[in-house]
Structures are given as C-alpha cells and as structure tokens.
C-alpha cells in the first residue's frame, strides 16, 4: 500500500526548522506575560523616620549656564565646529552640569522610609520621559492627587478595582523616590513649550536636581527654517519662540538629599554623528525601513539634527549613614544609533570614571541594550555589514553542503530570536546562535571596583518584586521570558515591539558587606512601572519607569 505524505519522515533539516518554531511560538506567547509579583508588600512603606538633618551644610545653593542664543544656534546649524568665542561657549555648555539646592535651603529635609521587612530605606528610580513631550503632565500626574485621578483610564482600570488599585501603587512608589534619574529631558525646546523640566518637576516634588546637557537641538524644522507636511496635503512651518528656545536636550538627577558636586562631560566614544548623520540625504534603504516602521509600529522615524552626543553624569548625594555619608549617582543614556560593541565602549568609559569610588554608587538609565542599530541605513551599509558577518558565511556554507538548507537556516534564525528576545543576558554562542548584547553586561558584572567592590547581579526569591532567582532580578523585574520590558512602541505586535533598555545597578562598599550573604546596601524589588503607562488615558512616554529599594541597613525581616 503506498503510504501518504504524512506518514513520510520528514528530513532532519525540517525537523529542526518545525521545532524552531514551535518553540518560538510557545516562548511569543509566554513572554506576553509576567510573573506574579508576591513580594510587593515588602515595598509597602509603612512609618517614616524624624526629618534626617545631620547634614554638613556648604553645598551649592545654584550654579547655572549661559545658554547660547537663538541665532547662535543657527550659526551653529550653518557651521557646526565654531571657533573663538562661541567655540568656548558650547564647551562649556556641554561639559558643565547645573546645580539647585534650593529645596535644601528652603528647610525640605528627607524623611527614611521605613518597613519591617527592610528597615530604613532608600527608593532609586529612573525613567526615559520620550524628549519630555509629556512631562507637564508627568508633573501634574506626580504632583497632585486630583491631576492623576483625571488621567486614569476608567474602562480599562475602573474606580476600586484591582487594575485600578495597581496603578495607584505604582504611582505611589514613584512619587517616593528619593533619587529619580531622568533621560530626555529638554529645558527651552517648543515640543516641551519651552519649559525647563527638571527645575518644574524639581519644585513640585520639593527636591534638590542636578541637570547635565547632553545635546542641542538645531535641526532646522525646529528652528522654523524648514516646512513640513501638515497631514492634509499642504505643509506647515514651525514658528519658534526665539526670546525663549534654548534647545538643550540632556538628562537629570532629582534627590531628597543635598547635592554635594556634579560631573558631566561629552564621552570620547560617540559612534553616530547626531549632525551629519542626520543631514545626510537618505537613500532606498532608509526611506523603506521608516516607512515599514511606521506601517507596521506606527512610529515615526524624523530627522533630528543635534550639537553634542553622549555624556558621563554623575552627582555625589550627602546621604547621613552611608559609608562616608555619600552615595554617588551616576545616569545613563548610551547611544541608540550604534551596535552593540559602540555601547561596550562608551560603558568602558564609563566604568573606568566611576573606578576609584570608595562609597556605594548606583548606575541606572537608559542603557539601549538592543542589538538593533537605529541609525540611518543604506544599500551600501547592508551589503557591507551583511558581507563582513560570520553568521552570513555560515547560512552559505549550509546553503553549499546540506540538502534542505533554507529550512534549517530559518529554523536556527528563529530558534536564535527566540533565545534573545528580552534577553539580553542570554547565552552568546558565536556565529551559530549569537547573543551580541550580552557582552556589555558580563563586562559590567566582572568590573571591580579598586576598594573590591562590584555590582551587585544577585537574584533571590525573597528580594524580587515577583520571587524570581535570575540573575539580576533584585535590581530589575524579571519576566516569564527575559527581563521585563521596559520600552515599547506606538503599536507593539504582542511581544515584538518591546525592549528591556533601562537597567539599574548598586555596588555596595566592601566594607558594608562583611560578608557574602549581607544585604545592606543592596538592590532589592526591583521593579518596571508599566501599569503606570499603560493604564492612563495618555502614553506618557515610550518608556516605563524602574525603580528597586535599598536597606542602610542589614534587612532585618526578609
């Protein structure tokens, strides 16, 4: 009897490529999902300690800029390497960070928040607010009970439901960082309505804000000197304030406690040119690739014509009871147009800034530990990075030798996707199933700092927000697949879409650990905010923000 086609065996080849995606359709649907979070009651804070005031006083109460004017911006556009005066000017800009105690000097004293679990604590949080678009109502949202409630989502989180109750809680520990870290943050630009953000977020919050310039904005749509299509078929031309746009585009540090100094200044490694990268004209490949983004993500790839690049920032905060009764902060925004080796360099700078530092330091922000290159594409490019790539080479050699090789290379395509997707910690196996975000972050976990000190990547089931034990899940969710994603696009495709770029890292002291099973000083409930996005009647941003407690003490309850 002749057998049908189904009884056939299937070649081993095939085999590989059925299981591949099996597999990658179990693991889609898996990383939809997040684990339980079991521990939140050990972020809950119940009692406050007496207002902390054995402060040793002297610090900067302002130190300011001199912005550049609107028509030395538009020199700058014209001529994007000045010399003389204004060549000095824009280094100073961009290598020097303001300073404001004036919350400190105006009486506001931190109080500790308290549990029984922890002890006394300190709350870390960092969020990229996607160019500060919506930061007045970020700031509204953070500043007044009635603001947020307006903002809820009452059909998809109704009044006193648990959907409901979630995304007040997460506001809730937001709002009692003592240290928030933020990216994007613009002072006189017109998409922001010229405000400076981080002094309007500093006030309302009662806190102390260091910012540091990371970047102008000159592109010339913004400057009023080019149109734009207008959506109905005629264009439209920006008419900028000219008394107000200062275009600085930078990050900033918010804190309870005073600010003793700040630090920042332009790295070395800057592997995209934000001027003429972006002036260059755009060939097939780029306009094809912005045009499926927006299709199939709706998002918008626009030109973004910028002075400066990536920056080092970091600030030193008079925290009584810490080792040296400092904690330094250091906030991060590594480059998006690059790969991930460009990332590995300018973390390497990074690193070897913060080396020498005797005290605990946290390191957050957004990190984009993506194997995606978002810079402008070309023909040429493709071909030249296609050619010169292992992987390339190993797909024509199956190609060459093997009988069904189109279904064994797609197989181990999406056997490699499944693998990666969310995890940028996950095995990096060379040219056959490679992982090439992974090696930023063992460089992070084997970096020593000169005391001893490291890092700390440890996961426990009692010190995660959802009772994970995978590494780094103290410091930040962990997820059913991956790390919890913390950035997604306009319209996300289930899993794809999505992205864990923001990431936050504690080294504790040697000496506040006298031994390896100590906590003091270390990472715990690491957790992302998406409640806090994804349930209000607005997206304030494309990120979620991560925030992770820490004891000053040995937790005495976990």
Request: proline content about 8%; some cysteine; glycine content about 6%.
């Amino acid at each position: 009897m002749k057998e049908t086609s189904s009884s056939m065996p299937c070649p081993p080849s095939t085999l590989f490529s059925q299981t591949a995606c099996t597999l990658l359709s179990a693991l889609l649907l898996i990383s939809c999902g997040s684990l339980p979070k079991k521990n939140i009651v050990n972020t809950q804070i119940t009692s406050r300690s007496a207002p902390v005031r054995s402060f040793t006083g002297g610090y900067p109460r302002y130190r300011g800029t001199d912005f550049l004017t609107f028509q030395e911006l538009k020199q700058l556009l014209e001529n994007p390497k000045p010399e003389g005066k204004l060549q000095a000017k824009l280094e100073k800009l961009l290598n020097t960070p303001l300073i404001s105690n004036e919350a400190y000097y105006q009486g506001k004293r931190p109080t500790r928040l308290q549990n029984p679990q922890m002890g006394d604590y300190l709350r870390i949080a960092t969020w990229n607010v996607e160019k500060s678009i919506r930061m007045k109502e970020v700031t509204e949202m953070l500043g007044s009970e009635i603001a947020f409630e307006k903002l809820m989502d009452q059909r998809g989180a109704p009044k006193g439901s648990p959907a409901y109750e979630e995304v007040r809680r997460e506001r809730e520990r937001l709002l009692t960082a003592d240290v928030l870290l933020l990216q994007e943050m613009d002072i006189g630009i017109s998409r922001s309505e010229y405000r400076n953000v981080a002094q309007e977020l500093a006030r309302t919050l009662g806190m102390n804000y260091a910012y540091a310039p990371q970047q102008l904005e000159i592109d010339p749509v913004l400057l009023g000197l080019e149109s734009i299509p207008d959506g109905r078929g005629g264009m439209v031309r920006h008419q900028p304030d000219e008394a107000r746009y200062k275009g600085v585009f930078g990050l900033a540090i918010l804190s309870r406690y005073p600010i003793k100094s700040a630090k920042s200044f332009q790295l070395q490694a800057q592997p995209y040119d934000w001027y003429a990268g972006e002036k260059a004209r755009r060939d097939l490949a780029e306009g094809a690739r912005r045009i499926a983004t927006e299709i199939v993500f709706d998002n918008e790839i626009v030109r973004e014509m910028k002075i400066g690049g990536r920056i080092f920032f970091s600030v030193d905060l008079d925290v009584p009871g810490l080792p040296d009764n400092t904690l330094t902060v250091v906030n991060n925004h590594l480059e998006i147009k690059a790969r991930p080796h460009d990332r590995e360099a300018q973390m390497a700078e990074i690193l070897a800034q913060i080396q020498t530092i005797p005290h605990t330091v946290v390191m957050a922000g957004d990190h984009n530990s993506s194997k995606a290159d978002m810079s402008p594409t070309s023909l040429t490019r493709i071909f030249s990075r296609t050619t010169t790539d292992p992987e390339t080479w190993l797909s024509v050699s199956m190609d060459l030798l093997l009988a069904a090789p189109a279904a064994l290379n797609s197989g181990r395509v999406l056997l490699n996707a499944t693998k990666n997707l969310h995890s940028p910690l996950a095995p990096h196996i060379p040219v056959v199933l490679p992982n090439k975000t992974r090696r930023m972050f063992v460089n992070i976990e084997d970096f020593r700092f000169s005391d001893g000190g490291r890092f700390d990547f440890r996961g426990d089931k009692e010190r995660s927000i959802n009772r994970s034990s995978a590494k780094l899940a103290n410091s930040n969710e962990k997820a059913l697949k991956g790390q919890t994603p913390t950035f997604r696009v306009q319209r996300p495709i289930g899993p794809l879409g999505r992205s864990r770029l923001d990431w936050i890292f504690v080294k504790a002291p040697p000496s506040a650990q006298p031994h390896p099973d100590s906590y003091r000083l270390a990472p715990h409930y690491g957790e992302t905010l998406s409640g806090l996005i994804e349930g209000l009647n607005i997206r304030l941003s494309d990120h979620s923000p991560c925030v992770a407690d820490i004891p000053l003490q040995e937790p005495p309850g976990v």
